[in-house]
T-cell receptor
């Protein structure tokens, strides 16, 4: 069964450093989502792509976060500089274009020290 | 924007008993309501979903009910088993391909 791939699984960094997360969606899925899940809470959308275009980045802290999906396939989420409050699980999900069901990756757990 | 509230935050049941988790949503335009199960350290997995044109959906021991008038939906798990222990999240979405707005999650513990 095809799955959404994410790497790394865990990342420890110091505040003010730069970090990057990678996501490879299920083949053929045009829509890609990045969610942030703080411990004890539900995931919250950071950014949504349709192919290579950003559809929704209203909750993305654009002063420090950036996301790209240059060829409309895999995607990278970057934080620079990282802050203590960025410690969370970063989940990537994908879906077929125009479809409801979203499939999640295993996530990247970020710890900022 | 949409807001989803989920209750209870923790739920303990004896093996074989039923478990019910409830969610309310704020935007009457929402029309898709999935439930995800997340085991410790693993990815959220879709266990059941319902669309606004349906009042109830069942899949073996799991069922979801939707009350559009009251803007709430519930997850029902019957004959609970220890492997049902996990965190369960409800979510709501406005339309096809739109973002999911999640509840805060319910920790379900099934005691054997």
């Amino acid at each position: 069964e095809a799955e959404v791939a994410q790497s790394p699984r865990y990342k420890i960094t110091e505040k003010s450093q730069a970090v990057a997360f990678w996501c490879d969606p299920i083949s053929g899925h045009a829509t890609l989502y990045w969610y942030r899940q703080i411990l004890g809470q539900g995931p919250e959308l950071l950014v949504q792509f349709q192919d290579e275009s950003v559809v929704d980045d209203s909750q993305l802290p654009k002063d420090r976060f950036s996301a790209e999906r240059l060829k409309g396939v895999d995607s990278t989420l970057k934080i620079q500089p990282a802050e203590l409050g960025d410690s969370a699980m970063y989940l990537c999900a994908s879906s077929l274009a125009g479809a409801d069901i979203q499939y999640f990756g295993a996530g990247t757990r970020l710890s900022v020290l | 924007g949409e807001n989803v509230e989920q209750h209870p935050s923790t739920l303990s049941v004896q093996e074989g008993d039923s478990a019910v988790i409830k969610c309310t949503y704020s935007d009457s335009a929402s029309n898709y309501f999935p439930w995800y199960k997340q085991e410790l350290g693993k990815r959220p997995q879709l266990i059941i979903d319902i669309r606004s044109n349906v009042g109830e959906k069942k899949d073996q021991r799991i069922a979801v009910t939707l009350n559009k008038t009251a803007k709430h939906f519930s997850l029902h798990i019957t004959e609970t088993q220890p492997e049902d222990s996990a965190v369960y999240f409800c979510a709501a979405s406005l339309a096809y391909g739109n973002k999911l707005v999640f509840g805060a999650g319910t920790i379900l513990r099934v005691k054997s």
